[in-house]
């Protein structure tokens, strides 16, 4: 399964990787064995699919040696893997209790919704990464997500696979049914790719700057001095190709933004006259906020964004933790989660934002694209990381801006920054841990997917169906 996620990207694996748990549920129907089951893939999914966590080491850099570094991003990753591995535990522990054994298509029904619930409630919690829809971004039935987004893939996949097992457990002409329907979901997507409306009007002109500043740099002096030249520097460069705005990463400039001061970076805004969505931070009375600013052609603050999802340990840390592991923020004071019901204008119109790990939070963008949204900018680190994450966080990307039916701009320190149309197809993708600035065209638009009107309707469908189910047998006459 892991395979079938970014970078490898082979994603038809998907469609027969969760088919060996569902085999090991239908033949144990004790808890147990399932419960041993699920937490056996969950380990070998979850545990190979974060493994870049790993890049956290070494922590020498805030203070932490050599061996307690180590420990720490073990630790860390062992937590994560933990709490991904739980949704397949409970998967396959209520599937061998309560589902397996009572039906065929009861229990294909019941297993695929039961993985779609979960994931959606797994969603909602500040540890949410990998989900079985991310298998099929950036070159899989990503077109499918404009219905009801990760729940319309994660469905497709979970049913396929209920599919294989039927077929080797009862009867080969479930073989025929899994083809039929996975060859109905590829001509659907095909279709719904087809279907994409054109853009119209003139075309917004936006230039990316990629800094790569490391992390373990960028709070020093030298680091901050090489965020004022070479933001600034690479602004200028790309004002002068005549774009209408420049999007910079997630925290390009690590200090606390003062409106109020002028700065060679405002300066050089007003200029050149061209705004600028700049990614730094703002002080509020309790802490800080990391923000996106869009600083107009004055060199002004025009709009701000502040993140709403913040990451867990490394930007914020519970109070029960804190006495712990308070030394893992490289935080001088406390960052405050943003209002969910942030509006982020700017002088095209209004723009969804997500930053670094709001990208994983389909709910979050769809939020944006529903109060009036026209196009998507994205910023993130990235940094200490592997290419293993930067590959996957450009999937996320893939599937908001599907969902949406929107174009995305997506500007990161160290890679991967992109373009990517409405199609979900990557017009333009950076070289990792390189400088890079690039300008592109984008369109605004107002298009509006099932997924955007009616959100997740697919799961409490797929609830009713599965009830409907188990309601109809039970009550049938028996002869």
Same mark, same amino acid.
């Given at each position: 399964m892991q395979w079938a996620l970014p970078p490898v990207g082979w994603g038809w694996l998907a469609f027969g990787a969760v088919a060996p748990l569902w085999w090991v549920c239908q033949m144990q129907r004790a808890g147990l064995p399932a419960v041993l089951a699920g937490l056996w893939w969950g380990l070998g999914f979850y545990g190979s699919s974060l493994v870049w966590v790993w890049d956290l080491h070494p922590l020498t850099w805030i203070g932490i040696d050599p061996l307690p570094s180590w420990l720490i991003s073990r630790g860390i990753w062992l937590f994560l893997t933990l709490w991904g591995a739980t949704l397949s535990i409970v998967w396959a522990a209520l599937m061998a209790r309560y589902v397996c054994g009572h039906g065929l298509w009861p229990e294909l029904l019941a297993g695929v919704t039961l993985w779609c619930g979960l994931e959606a409630l797994w969603s909602y919690s500040?540890?949410?990464?990998?989900?079985?829809?991310?298998?099929?971004?950036?070159?899989?039935?990503?077109?499918?997500?404009?219905?009801? !987004?990760?729940?319309? =893939?994660?469905? %497709?996949? &979970? #049913?396929?696979?209920?599919?294989?097992?039927?077929?080797?457990?009862?009867?080969?002409?479930?073989?025929?049914?899994?083809?039929?329907?996975? !060859?109905?979901?590829? =001509?659907?997507? %095909?279709? &719904? #790719?087809?279907?994409?409306?054109?853009?119209?009007g003139e075309g917004l002109r936006v230039g990316i700057i990629q800094g790569n500043i490391p992390t373990r740099e960028k709070l020093t002096p030298e680091g901050i001095r090489r965020a004022w030249q070479d933001y600034t520097r690479g602004y200028q460069d790309l004002a002068a190709t005549g774009v209408e705005a420049v999007l910079t990463p997630e925290g390009a400039l690590p200090i606390l933004w003062q409106p109020e001061q002028v700065n060679r970076l405002s300066t050089a805004v007003q200029q050149a006259g061209v705004p600028l969505w700049l990614g730094t931070f703002m002080a509020t009375t309790d802490g800080h906020y990391q923000v996106l600013l869009t600083l107009d052609q004055h060199g002004q603050v025009y709009s701000r964004y502040n993140k709403v999802n913040l990451v867990l340990l490394g930007e914020y840390i519970p109070d029960w933790l804190s006495g712990v592991v308070q030394r893992l923020s490289t935080l001088r004071s406390r960052l405050i989660p943003g209002n969910p019901d942030q509006v982020f204008r700017t002088p095209w119109g209004n723009a969804v934002v997500l930053i670094c790990f709001e990208s994983a939070f389909s709910h979050r963008s769809r939020a944006q694209v529903r109060t009036g949204g026209e196009f998507i900018l994205s910023v993130a680190n990235n940094d200490p990381y592997r290419q293993q994450l930067m590959a996957q966080h450009h999937a996320h990307d893939v599937l908001r801006a599907v969902e949406g039916d929107r174009w995305l701009v997506r500007a990161t320190n160290t890679g991967l920054s992109a373009v990517i149309d409405p199609t979900g197809t990557t017009r333009w993708l950076s070289d990792p841990d390189r400088f890079v600035i690039h300008a592109a065209t984008i369109y605004r638009r107002q298009s509006v997917t099932l997924y955007t009107r009616f959100g997740d309707w697919l799961l409490p469908l797929l609830a009713v169906a599965t009830g409907t189910s188990y309601s109809s047998r039970a009550f049938r006459p028996r002869g």
């Open positions: 500040p540890l949410w990464w990998i989900s079985v829809s991310l298998s099929q971004s950036p070159h899989g039935l990503v077109q499918l997500s404009r219905l009801a !987004g990760p729940t319309t =893939l994660t469905a %497709v996949v &979970l #049913a396929v696979n209920g599919l294989i097992v039927l077929a080797l457990r009862y009867h080969r002409r479930y073989w025929r049914y899994g083809v039929v329907f996975l !060859g109905s979901a590829l =001509l659907l997507n %095909v279709a &719904l #790719a087809a279907a994409v409306p054109a853009d119209h």
